[in-house]
């Protein structure tokens, strides 16, 4: 038979498993800010104990299921104390900053949020409070997490719309934060290479803007120079300002049913014509080479564009 989980076995778990020498006891007292603190700092020393998060990762997994919703076969879910309480707030703190949840940042500390109905918004090199509390919160696996966030909210803000960047973020900042959450150095290393990497975007696509690109256009720079950040060559610009003109006027009339197979008819023709657009600036491109990245970068761009009507998720080179 199987041994019941009592309410008292789980509480000795918890304390011999995670909590050690952390004192509980005082938890009953708290003021609302005391239990602010004392939930980011317990979960800053949880997310390092045991390489790699792991004890962050157990303690969740006893009150918070995949779905987010409360693990009922855990008995303190229904136990009514200050301490239970403060468990299952502290397991969802860790449960949405693992899932990587834009979660207002006046619950880490008050004044970092600029927006707190729209959380969203503050996780940005833009909000100079959350830059000073990254760079300085002795919280430093707290602040790994947050920036982990900032990298999370950058790639929904690019994906399928510029290319490069994508292939620049992960060339240069790691998702993987539990690598990241060993040593206070190389939680350092991690926050400054996703803050340099965010902001060499930012300043590459602001001069973009400058030069009166289109996102669309700054896309197909980026990808005729096959990588980005670059000074945007004049010939560069100009090129792709003709490409993407083209490319807009050879889509199918929108009355026209979109296919996978309608796409290979339309991209051959329209690659010749770009390839003649680019090298009438000086622009080489080799429509031969399949595994050129500028090749699958264009072929993408066409794809997306295309295929309005269809999944996008499904990319087809062909």
């Known amino acids: 038979m199987k041994k019941e989980i009592t ?16 004192d509980l006891s005082k938890v009953e007292g ?5 239990r602010r603190k004392f939930t980011v700092a317990v979960a800053d020393e949880l997310f390092g ?34 301490l239970c309480t403060w468990y299952i707030d502290l397991a969802y ?12 940042l006046d619950t880490i500390e008050p004044g970092l949020a600029q927006h707190p109905d729209e959380p969203e918004l503050d996780y940005t090199i833009d909000n100079p409070k959350l830059m000073e509390w990254l760079r300085t919160t002795p919280y430093r696996r707290i602040a790994v997490m ?6 999370d909210r950058e790639y929904k803000r690019i994906v399928a719309n510029f290319d490069a960047v994508q292939d620049y973020y992960a060339e240069n900042c790691s998702t993987d934060t539990d690598e990241n959450l060993k040593q206070p150095e190389m939680c350092d290393k991690y926050i400054n290479d996703v803050l340099h990497c965010i902001e060499t975007v930012k300043d590459h696509q602001q001069r973009g803007r400058e030069l009166g690109l289109s996102d669309d256009e700054m896309r197909v720079v980026d990808a005729l120079w096959g990588w980005m ?8 610009v100009a090129a792709a300002r003709e490409i993407c003109q ?12 979109r296919s996978r197979n309608g796409f290979i008819i339309y991209k051959k023709p329209v690659m010749k014509q770009l390839e003649a657009i680019a090298k009438k600036h000086d622009v080489d491109i080799d429509l031969t080479d399949k595994y050129n990245i500028t090749m699958g970068y264009l072929t993408d761009w066409l794809w997306r564009k295309y295929s309005k009507d269809l999944d996008n998720e499904e990319y087809l080179i062909g």
Request: glycine share 4%; net charge negative.
């Open 7 to 22: 309410a008292e076995y789980m509480h000795d778990l918890l304390k011999r498993n995670v909590f050690m020498d952390i």
């Open 30 to 34: 708290m003021s609302d800010d005391e």
């Open 49 to 82: 104990q045991r390489e790699y998060g792991d004890s962050m990762h157990w303690f969740i997994g006893k009150f918070v299921d995949d779905e987010d919703t409360l693990n009922e076969s855990n008995p303190l879910i229904d136990e009514d104390s200050a």
């Open 93 to 104: 703190f860790g449960f949405d900053l693992t899932n990587h949840t834009t979660i207002n």
């Open 146 to 151: 947050i920036a982990r966030i900032m990298l």
């Open 229 to 236: 950040p670059h000074d945007y060559d004049e010939d560069y």
């Open 246 to 257: 083209a490319a807009d006027e050879s889509l199918p009339a929108p009355t026209v049913i």
